[in-house]
Nanobody, 127 residues
Framework: QVQLVESGGGLVQAGDSLRLSCKAS????????MGWFRQAPGKVREFLAT????????YYADSVKGRFTIARDNAKNSLSLQMRSLTPDDTAVYYC????????????????????WGQGTQVTVSS
């Protein structure tokens, strides 16, 4: 079955950068769009970024546009999220997710369009 494993979270200070990684197994990774989401305590899961199955197209939430960069390496079945200029508002559990449709036309931004999720990695930004 599909497994997604995030890593790279931790405790950083405001203004710092952090790079999250997601390693996928159990599916043909290169055929599925991938996304990053986060969930802070007491809040709904928030879409952050998505990348097409080919890697040629990306889309970001306004809250992270210009600060976060999503990328994928299909040869290594891996996904990353480079985060810069972090603020305490970025504190959350971060999840990677795999689209539930192969070679989707367009980019999925709704959690309901993703069929597989990682266990999450905690990012804490101190002020």
């Amino acid at each position: 079955q599909v497994q997604l494993v995030e890593s790279g979270g931790g405790l950083v200070q405001a203004g710092d950068s952090l790079r999250l990684s997601c390693k996928a197994s159990g599916s043909t990774f290169s055929l599925y769009a991938m996304g990053w989401f986060r969930q802070a305590p007491g809040k709904v899961r928030e879409f952050l970024a998505t990348i097409s199955w080919s890697g040629g197209t990306t889309y970001y939430a306004d809250s992270v546009k210009g600060r976060f960069t999503i990328a994928r390496d299909n040869a290594k079945n891996s996904l990353s999220l480079q985060m810069r200029s972090l603020t305490p508002d970025d504190t959350a559990v971060y999840y990677c997710a795999q689209d539930d449709m192969r070679q989707r036309l367009g980019l999925p931004t709704l959690p309901s369009l993703y069929g597989h999720w990682g266990q999450g990695t905690q990012v804490t930004v101190s002020s």
